[in-house]
């Protein structure tokens, strides 16, 4: 039996409420458990007790004592008992995308399989970070399990919110297998899972802390209905000499991009993202870590602290906000307001050549058909995607840990990528059910040759942000396009040196 109980005094409330503020989180999370528990009683299969009668799957023993004391309160004891293996619930909360939306569908339609009951809320991005933080900075486990970032890593690990992977499996069953760890693809692991010491900066000494549960990139997307245009067909083989090929190179890219807008006024050659949130952030980094430039000098997003050198004031920096710079013209939409989920309807109409889309957006465009897709031009790709946190005030440890181990073995990852997760498992990659989705073999070739392009430390939003602000100045004309990469470090370290 696992039990959780909480106990205030009348002097808890009148004489120390700043000091029980974590403790009454976790109070009120264990209440939110139970209620959790009896609005899912109706719903759970029977058992049967070994007395010919039957018992709800997950049995909740509460007790409650209130007694008046001097002050009109008196003490308040909880006790919630659980069956750690056959009765836990573990609640998964992360973004609403095709990666959870499938670990959803699975868990939904498979819960006697994985032998854990779940419950998954699945909201937007923002909301899902914000509550996941609330509940950690409370001290609470409402949430079990947190489908965050590599971006959420840094913090997560430095303010002990979540256990790393030694000590969940010093919670785990005893015959707990994680033989999946060898099928993980080692570079996603490491940049979305690991963490290194020194506050992140040393990378040789760096341990695990989380396992992937997605292995997302961008991905080249390309319309076919525009290559078909007869304009665009006989503009490009003018220009290049031969029949339309996704483009290998970045000038290659802005080119075609071009032509197709000149060829037939119908089209645009590209949908750009500028929106800010992130999304054109996001984008440009495959153009500067495409055309040789960087960040800053390490090998892991997270590798780094507010007082790691930038490395933006480089020719390399230049020539790619100079590259981007020039496909104003040639880009569809609002480009202020482009973002992943305006890109993917321009891209469904058909109004743009081209587009460097997020994988997790483009199961969409399959579905439609008439799509091409191929690794963004260059020779190296994006690693992003997310991973499963357990948090440290979970109540279900060795659940969270039979959960995710579950989800992450061979057979259920084939399955999942069947149905819109990007795998950060080599088998599933492999399969061949899984590379005849049309999109899969760009997707399997972008990881193989990922690598660090986002930032991940403890000042990467502010990073993001920055970036962002100098590209849209950029692109109103307020500075020129060899200017962004100044811009964005005068920005960022001013930011920095005020903490």
């Known amino acids: 039996m696992h039990y959780c109980s909480y106990e205030f005094s009348p002097a808890d409330f009148s004489e120390n409420l700043g ?50 004391g001097s002050a009109g309160l008196g003490t308040l ?20 995308s095709s990666n959870l939306q499938a670990i959803a569908r699975y868990l939904a339609d498979s819960q006697l399989a994985v032998g854990t009951r779940s419950t998954v809320e699945a909201t937007n991005f923002t909301t899902a970070s914000a509550k996941a933080m609330t509940a950690f900075t409370q001290g609470s486990g409402l949430y079990d399990v947190v489908l965050g970032y590599n971006f959420d890593l840094p913090r997560y690990a430095e303010n002990h919110y979540v256990f790393d992977v030694g000590e969940s499996k010093s919670v785990a069953r005893e015959n707990q297998s994680f033989d999946f760890e060898a099928d993980l693809l080692p570079n996603v692991w490491k940049e979305l899972g690991y963490y290194g010491s020194a506050g992140g900066v040393d990378a040789d000494d760096s341990r695990p802390v989380a396992y992937p549960f997605s292995a997302n990139t961008m991905v080249l997307v390309y319309s076919k209905e525009v290559f078909s245009d007869p304009r665009v067909v006989q503009a490009y083989r003018t220009h290049f000499g031969r029949d339309f090929a996704p483009p290998r190179t970045w000038q290659e890219f802005a080119d075609t991009a071009k032509l197709v807008a ?7 050659g590209v949908v750009l993202q500028g929106a800010d949130g992130g999304w054109l952030y996001y984008e440009w980094m495959n153009f500067l870590f495409g055309m040789g430039g960087k960040v800053m000098e390490k090998k892991y997003g997270w590798q780094s602290t507010i007082q790691t050198p930038l490395t933006l004031r480089t020719i390399e920096a230049a020539r790619a906000a100079d590259l981007y710079l020039s496909l104003k013209s040639a880009s569809a939409g609002d480009f202020f307001f482009n973002d992943a989920v305006r890109q993917r309807d321009l891209m469904l109409e058909h109004k743009a050549a081209f587009a460097i889309m997020w994988t997790d957006y483009i199961p969409d465009l399959a579905k439609a058909g008439g799509f091409g897709f191929a690794p963004i031009p260059g020779d190296r790709s994006m690693i992003a995607g997310g991973s499963f946190f357990i948090n440290r005030k979970t109540d279900v440890p060795s659940a969270c840990v039979d959960l995710i181990s579950h989800l992450l073995s061979k057979p259920v990852q084939k399955k999942l990528a069947l149905d819109g997760l990007f795998p950060p498992t080599r088998s599933a990659l492999s399969d061949p059910e899984v590379l005849a989705k049309p999109y899969m073999p760009a997707v399997r070739q972008s990881l193989e040759r990922g690598v660090y392009m986002l930032e991940a430390g403890l000042d990467a939003t502010l990073i993001s942000e920055k970036i962002t602000q100098a590209l849209q100045e950029a692109w109103r004309g307020e500075i020129p396009s060899e200017a962004v990469g100044s811009r964005a470090t005068e920005l960022i370290e001013a930011r920095r040196a005020v903490g």
């Open 262 to 268: 000149e060829a037939n006024k119908a089209f645009k």
């Open 19 to 68: 000091a029980n503020e974590v403790r009454a989180a976790e109070f009120f999370t264990c209440l939110l458990k139970i209620w959790r528990t009896f609005s899912l009683a109706p719903h759970l299969p029977l058992l049967n007790d070994g007395d010919g009668g039957s018992m709800q799957r997950r049995q909740v023993v509460i007790g409650g004592l209130l007694a008046a």
């Open 77 to 96: 004891a909880l006790t919630m008992r659980t069956r750690q293996k056959e009765d836990a619930v573990v609640s998964i909360i992360g973004e609403d």
